[in-house]
């Protein structure tokens, strides 16, 4: 995975287990893409405690990930749910619609045990 994308996503799911100011550092340089310098000059404080802060958010999210699974459910979801249009698409255009029929249900099953 992206590791940008893997950031913005393990913040989408925990971000708010963080505090209001770590949310706010690494808002600003995840999304916001904002420099360490101009981070920590809005801040008051210096680039390496911006470093720092951004380093330990990075730690605190992913144990979240560790523990809980759930930016790996969710792509795992997306995954199936992608399979699925493309068996239902096949299926439109394809004589031999039951074995894809047998996978749609198949996948649709998987997909409800994980949420």
Not at 18 to 25: D, I, P
Not at 65 to 81: C, D, G, P, Q
């Amino acid at each position: 995975m992206d590791r940008i994308y893997e950031k913005t996503m393990l913040f989408d799911f925990y971000g708010e287990l963080l505090t209001e100011h770590q949310r706010s550092v690494y808002r600003d340089a995840v999304y916001d893409d904002l420099s360490l310098g101009e981070i920590a000059d809005e801040r008051g404080i210096t680039r390496q405690g911006v470093h720092d802060m951004i380093r330990r958010c990075d730690r605190i999210l992913q144990e979240y990930e560790n523990k809980l699974h759930l930016v790996e459910r969710f792509a795992n979801a997306r995954k199936m749910i992608g399979e699925i249009e493309r068996l239902t698409t096949a299926a439109e255009n394809d004589a031999d619609r039951q074995e894809n029929l047998r996978d749609v249900r198949r996948l649709c099953q998987e997909l409800l045990n994980e949420l």
